[in-house]
């Protein structure tokens, strides 16, 4: 005799790990940077990025743009562009470009950190707010049993804005629909955001804060492969 609802799959389990203990998370991983690296990704695939190499160092970043032919580096160092960068880290600034078919190498503080460390992932995806439904949607059609966030950012206190995005997408995954006005409001409010509030910090443009709690703005989900040595992020869309 069968039992009640023994066809039903099991809860899937959540774990929230930090840059400091990535390296420990197995199984299915997304790493999280919402300030601002994996929106401002987003954006560079809307732009018509054709893939995205994540790596540690300012160094490799460029030595990789060297060595792959129609390439460019972006990314930051304490929020700037390194010496020798192409685009930095504002998603106002990548969605006035036209990136048709540009590979692009991104080095940033903290969410390529994530990604570099994360080395016993076996599957591995990068996000923020703006990917959100379909970052979910691509691990649902994975049919995995556990989830492992890795939060980039620092978030000894509420409001941070990449520990806001985990748990939203831990909502969307239990299949809720939270009300998103609470998760974008910490988002304002997290250290992060101080320098894009403050006029006088002209390389932190307000506008990013926008551009970075579009919830869902695209429809692509953003996984990261491992390739030749090399960790490669493109835009892909759940069927």
């Known amino acids: 005799m069968s039992l009640p609802h023994d066809n039903q799959q099991p809860a899937l389990k959540f774990h929230y790990t930090t840059l400091e203990t990535c390296h420990e998370a197995t199984g299915i991983v997304v790493v999280i940077d ?4 994996f929106s401002n990704a987003a ?14 160092t300012v160094e490799e970043a460029l030595a990789l743009r060297s060595q792959i032919p129609n390439s460019k580096a972006m990314g930051e160092v304490g929020g700037l562009p ?3 960068f192409d685009f930095g880290n504002s998603p106002t600034s990548i969605s006035s470009q036209d990136l048709s078919g540009i590979t692009l190498i991104q080095r940033t503080g903290a ?11 076996e599957v591995m995806l990068a996000s923020s707010f703006v990917v959100a439904a379909a970052t979910t949607k691509h691990i649902a059609e994975l049919g995995v049993p556990e989830v492992t966030f890795v939060i980039t950012g620092k978030y000894e206190q509420r409001g941070d804005e990449d520990l806001a995005c985990a748990e939203y997408l831990e909502e969307l995954l239990k299949g809720n629909q939270p009300d998103r006005k609470p998760f ?7 250290r992060d955001a101080l320098q894009h509030l403050d006029p006088a910090e002209t390389g932190f443009p307000l506008s990013d804060l926008d551009y970075c709690t579009q919830i869902d703005k695209f429809d692509f989900a953003m996984p990261i492969t491992r390739e030749q040595g090399k960790l490669i ?7």
């Open 43 to 56: 954006y560079a695939f809307s732009r018509g990025a054709k893939e995205i190499v994540l790596v540690s």
């Open 184 to 190: 974008v409001q910490r988002v304002f409010e997290s």
């Open 233 to 239: 992020m493109r835009a892909t869309k759940p069927t």
């Open 34 to 37: 919402v300030l601002r690296a």
């Open 111 to 121: 969410g390529t950190q994530g990604a570099v460390r994360s080395q016993n992932a």
């Open 82 to 84: 390194p010496a020798g």
